[in-house]
């Protein structure tokens, strides 16, 4: 089993047998980090296409983009080669400048649970979901559970008004 993002699963499936996308697990978990208020080039995750139609939503069809591997994105931003870049909230949380959800045209996912179909029919896996979920469910309804947690997992402060702040929803797995 693994939470990865969509299109990393998109290409997995089709050259693995046997696996299968369960639930969507988390959604709008990028945002938009600038250095300037009208970037001219953003930076963004090479293959994440929907990053494309969310840079081109928020700040045009004139914007140059910029596809990178997710490790040069920081990079990118600090050293000037781009004014802004979309990111995972996780990374993008540490980085300087002004940060603001990518939540443009709605909700869209970013990660989903994958899992293998032999699995998937287990006693494992429906122990796993349910504990995934009862945790899931305690951290929503506990603020400062999550804050604690986040801040253990990233050293950095979660913004009053937590993943909300963000429109970040993590998501029940929902399998059957």
């Not at 938009?32 to 139609?53: A, C, L, S, W």
């Not at 069809?61 to 870049?85: F, H, K, S, T, W």
């Not at 993008?92 to 699995?119: M, Q």
Request: hydrophobic share 40%; glycine share 6%.
């Amino acid at each position: 089993m693994a939470i990865i993002c969509k299109e990393a699963a998109k290409v997995y499936l089709e050259n693995v047998e046997g696996f299968e996308v369960i639930s969507e697990c988390m959604m709008n978990s990028d945002i938009f980090v600038m250095k300037t208020e009208n970037p001219k080039i953003v930076g963004m995750t090479q293959e994440r296409h929907y990053q494309e139609d969310l840079i081109r939503k928020r700040f045009g069809e004139d914007v140059e983009i910029a596809p990178m591997m997710v490790g040069a994105l920081p990079y990118a931003l600090e050293n000037g080669e781009v004014d802004a870049v979309i990111i995972d909230f996780i990374k993008g949380i540490h980085l300087k400048g002004k940060k603001e959800d990518t939540v443009v045209d709605g909700d869209y996912t970013t990660y989903v649970l994958l899992s293998s179909t032999k699995f998937k029919k287990t006693r494992e896996f429906k122990k796993f979901v349910k504990t995934y979920n009862e945790s899931l469910e305690e951290l929503m309804n506990d603020e400062e559970l999550l804050k604690n947690h986040f801040y253990s997992y990233t050293k950095a402060n979660l913004d009053e008004g937590g993943l909300r702040k963000w429109k970040i929803k993590l998501l029940s797995i929902m399998a059957n």
